[in-house]
């Protein structure tokens, strides 16, 4: 655990599942708007904008232009991935409760800066960047994933005909891909919607909240990098890739170095199938060792990225590692329970992110 991360809740598998959308765009954001969206020709809409009704209609809504989107894309670079923070997500989860119980979708809706709501939540002092999103009337995790990647918005093109139905600029998007972001917390609201709400709808009221720390040692500050990912069986979806209901609780990760043989690291995923292990002291020029020794999956290797940013003093950053391990299961063995919390609701009123 680094040093100041309050201990909290583990993510639930929605959550787990929003934050291995995010590293999945952050290591491929091309690829990631395929996943989203459908072109029938390289910035040309297919007749179906989206194979989720919820992204196709909110495409058609703000009449975002095929070819502007594919334009903004295409210069897009990726990033390091992001670790999960317990402590983030309980800054994010309070202030989601706060847009439902206020009925609105703001960033100042309390006295707070932002820099203080997520130290109120328990992350550290010694934070170096922080950033917000939010989305108060979401369909889905997915749908709110793609709400953030594509960025629609920025003048209605149904209702008042002008804007390319892309915010400008696209500063969701930016923020899920800035490289010097190296945690987040995804806070669903956690109390009920009251029926009389007119903007902050849900069913999912979403506030994300990307951070990044340091630690001093009395000469160097450093940002030490997180090992994340998850172990999973792909036994709902069969498409290698985390779906809710998937991940495997409790399994060991342990992380030597891969030359001596010592263990450097080591920890266990959450009950979501989801780990965030702080690789504290670990340097680059090193070949390190990931194994998953229960799963009987083949061990993974990693080397650190080292670089120095300036924040006022040089900063020593060791970008985060991502590795998953997924599981096949033997023939005839029990799946893992369908997680049927993802099913599309009808949409109450049109607005939206901010």
């Given amino acids: 655990m680094l040093p100041g991360v309050a201990v909290g809740d583990d993510p639930t598998v929605e959550q787990q599942y929003m934050l291995e959308l995010t590293n999945r765009f952050r290591s491929d954001p091309q690829g990631e708007l395929a996943k989203l969206v459908n072109f029938s020709s390289p910035g040309v809409w297919a007749p179906t904008k989206s194979n989720d009704p919820s992204i196709a209609y909110a495409l058609n809504f703000f009449g975002t232009s095929a070819s502007d989107l594919a334009t903004q894309f295409s210069s897009l670079t990726g990033a390091p991935p992001l670790a999960w923070s317990s402590a983030l997500n309980v800054s994010a989860t309070t202030y989601s409760n706060l847009m439902v119980t206020s009925d609105q979708q703001s960033h100042t809706l309390d006295v707070n ?24 009337s979401a369909q889905s995790p997915f749908h709110s994933h793609a709400a953030f990647v594509v960025d629609w918005g920025d003048g209605n093109g149904a209702t008042a005909g002008y804007g390319n139905g892309i915010q400008s600029p696209a500063g969701h998007r930016d923020l899920l891909l800035d490289a010097s972001m190296k945690e987040i917390g995804i806070g669903f609201q956690d109390i009920s919607i009251p029926g009389s709400n007119a903007t902050a709808i849900g069913p999912y009221v979403i506030t994300e909240y990307l951070a990044s720390q340091f630690r001093y040692d009395g000469t160097t500050y450093f940002s030490d990098a997180i090992l994340t990912g998850s172990v999973y069986q792909d036994t709902i979806l069969a498409d290698a890739f985390y779906t809710p209901g998937e991940g495997l609780a409790g399994e060991a ?8 043989g010592i263990l450097v690291a080591s920890g266990f995923s959450n009950s979501a199938g989801g780990f965030n292990i702080a690789l504290t002291g670990l340097t680059n020029g090193v070949v390190y060792r990931v194994e998953a020794p229960d799963t009987g999956l083949a061990a993974k290797t990693f080397t650190l990225t080292e670089h120095t940013d300036d924040y006022g003093v040089p900063v020593l950053v060791y970008d985060n590692v991502y590795e998953s391990f997924a599981v096949v299961p033997e023939p005839g063995s029990l799946l893992l329970c369908l997680f049927a919390g993802l099913s599309l609701l009808g949409f109450r009123s049109r607005h939206h992110l901010c």
Avoid: K, P
């Avoid at 990760?253 to 001596?260: A, L, P, Q, R, S």
């Fill in 253 to 260: 990760i342990n992380v030597y170095n891969d030359t001596t």
């Fill in 113 to 136: 800066s932002l820099d203080q709501r997520i130290i109120n939540g328990g992350y550290s002092a010694n934070w170096l960047n922080a950033g917000e999103n939010l989305f108060a």
